[in-house]
């Protein structure tokens, strides 16, 4: 076992794995902040080391092993009713997604999570938090198309952060129902990875290796969040996901 983990980071070398580690402490950090944003900062690294694939799979596997253990930190805030249709239909939007993903090359797998990120950062720009209810259908459509990104890219966020966005208006509640989704929406994708074969020994020692870097940007998000509360993250969000979707989407077009 411990050879495998060896040959797997020798595989992807010192530098790279660095780089590995410094974007998901960051985006885990990110994401305990904010309660969204993981896979959205993620991804773009992941996807530049290692198949598409396998960078699914690793992004759902990192946020459900840091979800279930910091899980005690935000469920019981986490507003339960709306999440109900969205992880109901995202089940069947990440079935769809998943098989779209074996006709997706490397090329167009980077510059669709560049476009979008940007996408979401410019929907998230002109929504603010409000409490309101949402329309009939609405949280349906927006579970079938957070699935539909769940089984392409691994990133189901930008339609639940809109909707939560649009219809909660406190951040602490907020924060927690995204938190609480996103761990949902891991078990979902790595179960559909599982039935559709994606699952290998490269993305569980990925798993392992990016396990601590997972847990210190966890541990000092929750941290600034409890004492900066709302005050800056969404400003703080915004700026970094525009930062990572123009720099990804860049790339993307000059290869």
């Known amino acids: 076992m411990s050879n495998d983990l060896v040959s797997t980071f020798a595989d992807i070398g010192l530098y790279q794995m660095l780089a ?4 998901l402490l960051f985006a885990s950090l990110l994401r305990a902040f904010t309660g969204f944003g993981f896979a959205l900062a993620a991804m ?21 092993g840091t979800s279930l253990l910091s899980a005690h930190k935000f469920w019981s805030d986490a507003p339960k009713r709306p999440l109900l249709p969205i992880c109901l239909a995202s089940i069947v939007g990440t079935l ?6 074996k006709h997706v090359s490397v090329d167009q797998f980077q510059l669709w999570i560049g476009l979008g990120v940007l996408t979401a950062c410019a929907v998230l720009t002109m929504f603010h938090p409000a409490p309101r209810a949402p329309r009939l259908g609405v949280p349906t459509t927006t579970g079938l198309v957070s699935g539909l990104m769940n089984g392409v890219f691994a990133i189901p966020g930008p339609p639940v952060i809109i909707f939560v966005m649009a219809t909660q208006g406190d951040a602490k509640h907020s924060r927690a129902m995204l938190l609480t989704f996103f761990m949902l929406s891991a078990v979902i994708a790595l179960c559909v990875f599982g039935f559709s074969g ?3 020994t490269t993305s569980f ?7 601590p870097a997972m847990m210190i940007g966890d541990r000092i998000g929750h941290a600034v969040f409890a004492r900066f509360g709302s005050l800056l993250y969404r400003r703080i969000a915004l700026f970094v996901l525009y930062a990572v979707g123009i720099s990804i989407t860049v790339k993307a077009l000059a290869a």
């Not at 769809?96 to 993903?101: F, R, S, V």
């Not at 020692?205 to 396990?211: I, S, V």
């Open 44 to 64: 773009p690294v992941l996807s530049l080391f290692v198949a598409p694939t396998d960078a699914v799979v690793i992004t759902a596997s990192l946020t459900l």
């Open 20 to 23: 590995i580690w410094a974007a």
């Open 205 to 211: 020692w990925m798993f392992l290796l990016g396990m």
């Open 198 to 200: 994606y699952l290998t």
């Open 96 to 101: 769809g997604g998943a098989q779209l993903l």
